[in-house]
Every structure is written in C-alpha cells, then in structure tokens.
C-alpha cells in the first residue's frame, strides 16, 4: 500500500493567513492525488483533483501544486468558513489511500 | 443533482453482519463507479473498495476476506456486506462516486454518512 503523511496535523491561523499544507507519498504517484475538505459531521467535500485541477465550484483560493512523491494543498487567504480537516488521496493505485489529515484551528 | 444515501442498521452485534445500502437519486448509475469509504470516531478515512456498473470490484485488501460489494441497477442502489464485525469496525460509512477525470480519480459526490457501531 502507498502511505500518504501529512504534516502539519493540525496549524492555527487567523482569518486572511496563507496556509499550507503538506502531503509526502510513500512512493511516486506522479500526478494522482486529491484534496478535501472535511467539516466536523459531514461528507468529505473534494476539493482539488489530479494534484493540481480545482474541482467545479470551489473558491479559486484553493490551490495544489506536486507531483511525484511531494505534495501540497494552499489556501492563500483563509476564510471562516475554511476552519476544517483537510485529507490528501493518492488515486495512483490500489488499494486508494488517505493521509492522516489536518486540523485547521482558529488562532 | 446527483444525491447518495445510506441506509441501513446504525447497532450491529458482534460477530454478526454488517449490511448497508446506497440509493441514488437524480441520475443513473448505469455508467457510474460506486465506492463505500469509512471514517472511525475522531479517526481518518478508510477505502473499502468500489463496484462499477458493469460488475468490476476491488476490494481493500485489508478487509477483502470480509467484504462483498453488489449494485443493483434495476433499483439504483449498491450495497456493502461486511461480515464478522468487531467494535473495531465502528465508524460512520460512506457511500461516493469514484469519478475518473482522465487523468485523474477522485471521490466527487458523496453520501452524507451512517454510523454504525459494533456492540453487544
């Protein structure tokens, strides 16, 4: 199985702050990995696919860039609605694999 | 607008089978690769595995002794089966489309999620 890490696991930030967050796969995976978005009660909500497209709908604020093994998901000026648990996907084989996630905190 | 739910018991006892189904509304799944996903309390998420429309599985290894994945298109709807269930497989599961983008698969409709726990 392809291991994905996260890091940070959690980061506080205020409203405005760019944030970034880091996702390292275990072995290459090219361009095969997604963002999402979890807020506490709900469905994952994608968020970027294939490292780098944004999925219909979602803020441009979001962005990802990587390939490879190193990865990351940008959030250029938090917004309130923002505060959540991102997950990164490797979508390069099977069985599909997520990171452990992180916490993104009001400072 | 494409909607899934989940349906099925949120108590099963151990070491009995744990059954849910996903129900599609405003589309057909006719072309489409279902998946079931599941996330412990306070945990991170967990592939299962999928079924495409015409019949084609891929099982999480991890659980592929345990798991039985089935679509039945006449009614919509795919279904899990997971079978000598342990409070280990309390989670709140997931049913998701496992959209290929062509260069690319990710999960882009979602359920919104069932718990079910494991106790006698």
Known sequence: DIQMTQSPSSVSASVGDRVTITCRASQGISSWLAWYQQKPGK?????????????????????????????????????????????CQQANSFPLTFGGGTKVEIK | QVQLQESGPGLVKPPETLSLTCTVSGDSISTYYLSWIRQPPGKGLEYIGYISYSGSINYNPSLKSRVTISVDTSKNQFSLKLSSVTAADTAVYYCARLYNYG??????????????TVSS
């Open chain 2, 103 to 116: 260069y690319g698969d990710a999960f882009d409709i979602w359920g919104q999620g069932t718990m079910v």
């Open chain 1, 43 to 87: 469905a994952p909500k994608l968020l970027i696919y294939a490292a780098s497209s944004l999925q219909r709908g979602v803020p441009s604020r979001f962005s990802g860039s990587g390939s490879g093994t190193d990865f990351t998901l940008t959030i250029s000026s938090l917004q309130p609605e923002d505060f959540a648990t991102y997950y």
